[in-house]
């Protein structure tokens, strides 16, 4: 019987760590959607910020106008690797 409630209690830990990592793991996901990084000083910017530029079709957010204007003065520096 005790051997049992053991079981038991270890199936709902167990559950109850899934649970949380997957709420995690929701959590995380939804950040990476709607969190940009600045390519001039790799800072974490909201979409929602109004210092956005379009480069070859694809948009870029940054932190700052100063980064902004950065980074439309030379593309090419802040996008290769
Ligand atoms: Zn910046």
């Known amino acids: 019987m005790k051997t049992i409630l ?4 270890f199936a709902l830990s167990v ?5 949380s990592n997957a ?14 990084v600045d390519p001039v000083c790799k800072m974490k910017v909201k979409p929602s910020t109004s210092h956005k530029s379009t480069y070859q079709k694809q948009e ?3 932190c ?4 902004k204007m950065k980074f439309d003065k030379n593309p090419v520096q802040y996008l290769k690797k």
Do not use: P, Q
């Open 60 to 62: 870029y957010w940054f």
């Open 6 to 9: 053991i079981i038991c209690i």
């Open 23 to 36: 709420a995690t793991l929701n959590r995380e996901m939804t950040l990476a959607d709607s969190i940009k």
């Open 15 to 19: 559950g109850a760590l899934y649970n």
């Open 64 to 67: 700052a106008k100063g980064c």
